[in-house]
């Protein structure tokens, strides 16, 4: 469900136009993962992380939940730049789609984002991820199974 529909209770339905009286509250989920990689940034992102890209455990390995680029201020991603650069490693960490694989940059999942998301696909993927930030108080080993 993608969320409900509120009113004030002495409101009516004006067909055409959007009223402060009627409101969408969207349904919305919260994901911690292990940051194992990010794509570089393009435009105005270009010297920093266009997006982190996300993994959840499955077991003793990752599993690829996807990727998030929206959510950010400059200096969180200036930060998550610094704190990821020193982690850099050749090969993921987890499967990933060729589509992210080619450009991505991979880290040693030694940090927890946090994620808003709407859903997840058949595929167990995010859907409309925006960025919360990272989760300092948490480890790699402490994330449930997504």
């Known amino acids: 469900m993608g969320g409900i ?3 004030r209770v002495d409101s009516i339905y004006q067909p055409g136009q959007r009223s402060q009286a009627w409101i969408k509250i969207k349904n919305e ?3 911690e ?3 194992i990689g990010w794509k570089p940034g393009q435009g105005r992102r270009q010297d920093t992380v266009g ?8 077991g003793e390995r990752f599993r690829y939940v996807g990727k998030v680029g ?19 490693q050749d090969t993921p960490p987890a499967e990933v789609p060729r589509a992210v ?5 991979w880290v ?3 940090f927890v984002g946090g ?3 709407s859903e997840m696909t058949q595929h167990s993927i995010l859907r409309y991820p925006r960025w919360r930030g990272i989760r300092d108080e948490k480890t790699v080993q402490s994330i449930s199974n997504t």
């Open 33 to 35: 993962a292990a940051i």
């Open 51 to 58: 997006s982190p890209v996300l993994a959840g455990p499955d």
């Open 101 to 105: 694989a080619w450009i991505a940059v």
């Open 108 to 110: 040693t999942p030694r």
């Open 115 to 117: 994620v808003i998301y």
């Open 5 to 7: 529909i509120a009113k």
């Open 70 to 88: 929206t959510g950010f201020t400059n200096r969180m991603l200036h930060d998550l730049a610094a704190r990821l650069a020193p982690t850099r």
């Open 29 to 31: 989920l919260l994901l």
